[in-house]
C-alpha cells in the first residue's frame, strides 16, 4: 500500500486527543480496480481491497485496516468510514468473536442473550437471522461475512430499526456528528456524545484517512491504484497463461544450469518423465518451459535471463504501472555476485510484487520452484511477452 504521510508526533497527539469539527464531504465513487486474492495467512480473512463485488475477502495487514479497506470499497468517504471505525472499535475492540458477557466463542449463540461481534448484536443469535434474511452467506464469525452483514443493514433496516440510514448518515455533516448519528440509529445507543467514540473515530482518521484538518474525498490511500489479482487458472487469458503454465511446476526443485530447463522442451520433459522434486529448473528455465508447453512447443527458447532484455521478438520492456499476471520481474543485479534473476508476476498489491519463480538459496522459498514476494525498485525492470502462441 502507498505509504501514509508522516504527521509529527505532536500533531498526531493533538488529532487523537482533542475534540475536533471536522466537515464532511459526501460519498464517492472509488476505482473498481482488484487486489490480488493470494492467501498471505493473515488473521480471519484474506485479501482484496478493491473490488465492489468481491466482498467474501478483505484486504489488510490487520482488522481495522481490512475494516477501513472493505467500506472504502464500498464508495464511503473517509470521514464517514472514520464514525463506523470509532463506533466498532468501543463495542468489539474490533474483534468478531467478541462476547459482551466476557471472552470469545466462534458461535453467536453462546453469547445469548448479550451482544456478540463486531457491532454485538443483541442477542448474539440475532446476526444470524439478520445474515439469512440479507442472503449474506460464509461463516459467520468472520470478519468478512460481519462487515457484509453490517453493510446489508446500513443499507436496509439496522439493528437499532431505522430505515433510509445511509441517506441520513452521509447527509451528516461533522465527524462527531456522524460518529454519534452511527451510535444512535445504528447502534442504538443512546448517549449523543459518545465522546470515546469519537475519539476512536478520530483516530481512525489520523491513520487511514486523508487531512484531518480539512477532510475531503481521499485520493486512494489503500494502495488499491495499479493493483490487480491473481489471476484464475481455469479461465486464465493472455500473459497469465504463461504464469499458469509455470505454476504446473511448483514441486519441481532448483538446479542453475542446462538441466535447469536449458536444454529445450522435449529434452526437459524426457528426462523428467513425472514432474516432481527429482526435476530441475533455475529461474529462466522455468520461464523455458512454461513457455514450451503453452506454445505446444512453437517457441522452444533456451536462453538464461540475461537474453530476456535482447530478445524483442519474445519480450517488450513496459513499466511498473503496466505489469500484469504472466510478466517477467528481471532483477540486475539480484544475488550475492551480480547474477541476473527473472520471477514470473502473480500479482501486485501497491508497490508490492507477488511472484512465482525458480529461487536460489538466498530467495524466500528455498531451492525450489514456489512463490516470492518483491517491491518496486531501481535495480529491477519489467518485460511483457508479444510473442507467438497465446
Not at 464531504?25 to 482484496?48: E, M, V, W
Not at 524426457?270 to 533455475?282: F, H, Q, R
Amino acid at each position: 500500500m502507498k505509504a501514509y504521510l508522516i504527521r509529527s508526533f505532536g500533531f498526531l497527539a493533538m488529532i487523537l486527543f482533542m475534540a475536533i469539527y471536522v466537515p464532511l464531504t459526501p460519498a464517492f465513487a472509488i476505482s473498481q480496480a482488484q487486489i490480488n486474492l493470494y492467501k498471505q495467512g493473515i488473521l480471519y480473512y484474506d485479501i482484496d481491497a478493491c473490488s465492489a463485488t468481491a466482498n467474501s475477502t478483505l484486504y489488510g495487514k490487520d482488522n481495522p485496516e481490512k475494516i477501513w479497506n472493505y467500506f472504502k470499497t464500498q464508495g464511503m468517504d473517509d470521514a464517514h468510514i472514520a464514525a463506523v471505525m470509532g463506533n466498532i472499535q468501543q463495542e468489539s475492540g474490533f474483534n468478531p468473536t467478541i462476547m459482551q458477557k466476557g471472552g470469545t466463542s466462534n458461535d453467536p449463540v453462546v453469547a445469548d442473550p448479550g451482544g456478540w461481534g463486531l457491532v454485538q448484536w443483541t442477542p448474539g443469535s440475532k446476526v444470524l437471522t439478520t445474515a439469512s434474511e440479507y442472503n449474506v452467506t460464509g461463516s459467520i464469525n468472520e470478519l468478512s461475512t460481519q462487515l457484509q452483514v453490517i453493510w446489508a443493514e446500513m443499507n436496509g433496516t439496522t439493528p437499532a430499526g431505522a430505515t433510509n440510514f445511509m441517506e441520513n448518515f452521509t447527509n451528516t455533516s461533522t465527524l462527531e456528528e456522524a460518529t454519534a448519528y452511527f451510535a444512535n440509529k445504528y447502534e442504538a445507543a443512546g448517549d449523543p456524545r459518545m465522546e470515546t467514540r469519537i475519539t476512536f473515530a478520530q483516530q481512525a482518521l489520523a491513520r487511514y484517512g486523508g487531512s484531518p484538518s480539512g477532510i475531503t474525498a481521499s485520493s486512494g490511500t489503500t494502495g488499491c491504484t495499479g493493483s490487480f489479482v491473481s489471476p484464475d487458472c481455469i479461465t486464465a487469458t493472455g500473459t497469465a497463461k504463461i504464469l499458469c503454465a509455470a505454476k504446473a511446476y511448483d514441486t519441481t526443485s532448483y538446479f542453475i544450469g542446462i538441466k535447469g530447463g536449458h536444454q529445450g522442451g522435449a529434452a526437459w520433459h524426457e528426462s523428467c518423465s513425472t514432474i516432481g522434486p527429482d526435476c530441475y529448473l533455475d529461474c529462466s528455465g522455468l520461464v523455458n518451459m512454461a513457455l514450451y508447453d503453452l506454445t505446444g512447443g512453437s517457441v522452444d527458447r533456451r536462453g538464461p535471463v540475461a537474453d530476456i532484455p535482447n530478445e524483442p521478438q519474445y519480450w517488450q520492456k513496459v513499466t511498473y504501472d503496466e505489469i500484469q499476471s504472466g510478466d517477467l520481474l528481471v532483477k540486475i543485479p539480484a544475488d550475492a555476485g551480480g547474477i541476473n534473476h527473472v520471477e514470473i508476476i502473480d500479482h501486485t498489491e501497491g508497490t508490492k510484487i507477488f511472484t512465482f519463480g525458480a529461487h536460489t538459496s538466498s530467495a524466500p522459498q528455498e531451492d525450489q520452484v514456489g512463490p516470492s514476494q518483491y517491491t518496486d525498485q531501481p535495480g529491477i525492470t519489467y518485460y511483457h511477452y508479444i510473442g507467438p502462441g497465446l
